[in-house]
């Protein structure tokens, strides 16, 4: 293997390492209240016979929207948890910008593994944590960000800036039902990115295929990351080398010198060795990036065509359903 640790490289997995230690904890209660909070058509209905399912409703609620910390007034909790959220968010940009050298290591380790037979350890947790991050990377980041939107209107709401009567709760208090943002034509773009974001975060997965789905994505969600904190702990992701594989640029070509039966052997100038290293590392990073790619594009649809109705939400689960085609397929060839 080539090891390769440029200091921009480093610098990122520093991050990486930094934002996920910082925000683990945080980002388990958000994730995991959010899987549960999906469901909550459900819960509201069992809340009507079972005071346990609107207890847990309850308890999920606060913990996911301002970490229990005071009432549904209080302004830290809310503060807390949309920091935590672009939290999330700097952990999910930080492990794109070092997914490329990681995933060509992988690729380092199954070619060196042909000669041995077999795979370490190792590998299956950084190829799974790779890829089901990768994987979720757009949903993750859509979902935290929107998520630090919301909070952050939240406050302008009780610090005064916003007036309350904008927003229709679908049941219950202030902060407790299904909300949706009501704007008029003449809204600012700001309150229509709001609008946005509250639709993104909450009303997109009304058809309940969705939220099986939406449960199923927030569960590999956080898988992704519990390995991540596995590699952590273990101290082997800051240690793995990182391999990038390149093609072998010969010094020498052959070139014809008119005649099939002889050929001279001559140096290649340094233009061509530049330019033929230049078209390994363009194919290497397209081929390493095309399938988070169609994983993004995939789940990006997945979470805004249900705005559009039915025939959208029908389309969101096909959407959501053909990146575990694609999963499956990249678990095959690994």
Not at 46 to 65: F, K
Not at 125 to 131: A, I, K
Not at 258 to 280: D, F, I, L, N, Y
Request: hydrophobic share 55%; charged share 10%.
């Amino acid at each position: 293997m080539i090891i390769i640790a440029t200091s921009k490289y480093k610098a990122w997995r520093e991050l990486h390492q930094l934002v996920s230690i910082f925000g683990c904890l945080f980002f388990f209660i958000l994730s995991f209240t959010g899987l549960v909070l999906t469901f909550r058509p459900e819960l509201s209905a069992m809340a009507q016979t079972q005071p346990l399912a609107g207890l847990l409703m309850y308890v999920m609620h606060i913990l996911h929207t301002h970490l229990a910390l005071g009432s549904n007034a209080s302004v830290g909790g809310y503060f807390l948890a949309g920091i935590f959220s672009l939290v999330c968010v700097g952990m999910l940009v930080s492990g794109l910008a070092i997914y490329r050298p990681h995933a060509l290591s992988c690729r380092a380790m199954r070619e060196q593994s042909r000669r041995t037979g077999r795979l370490s350890r190792r590998y299956w947790v950084t190829f799974l944590h790779q890829e089901l991050s990768a994987m979720t990377a757009v949903w993750g980041i859509l979902l935290c960000f929107s998520g630090a939107w919301i909070a952050a209107f939240f406050i302008l709401i009780m610090s005064g800036s916003v007036s309350p009567q904008i927003m229709a709760t679908g049941g219950g208090a202030f902060g407790t039902g299904g909300m949706a943002l009501q704007v008029g034509a003449d809204a600012s773009p700001l309150m229509r990115l709001t609008q946005f974001m509250l639709a993104i975060h909450l009303h997109n997965h009304e058809l309940f295929a969705l939220r099986v789905l939406w449960a199923v994505w927030m569960f590999l969600f956080l898988a992704a990351a519990t390995l991540g904190l596995v590699l952590l702990a273990k101290k082997q992701w800051g240690n793995a080398q990182v391999a990038v594989a390149k093609a072998p640029v010969s010094p020498q070509a052959e070139v014809s010198a008119g005649t099939q039966s002889k050929s001279v052997v001559q140096e290649e100038t340094m233009p061509t060795r530049q330019a033929s290293v230049a078209a390994t590392a363009r194919s290497n990073a397209w081929s390493v990036w095309c399938l988070p790619m169609a994983w993004g594009v995939l789940t990006l649809l997945g979470l805004i065509m249900p705005l559009f109705g039915y025939v959208g939400s029908l389309l969101a689960v096909l959407c959501l359903l053909l990146p575990f085609g694609l999963l499956g397929y990249e678990l095959y060839r690994a």
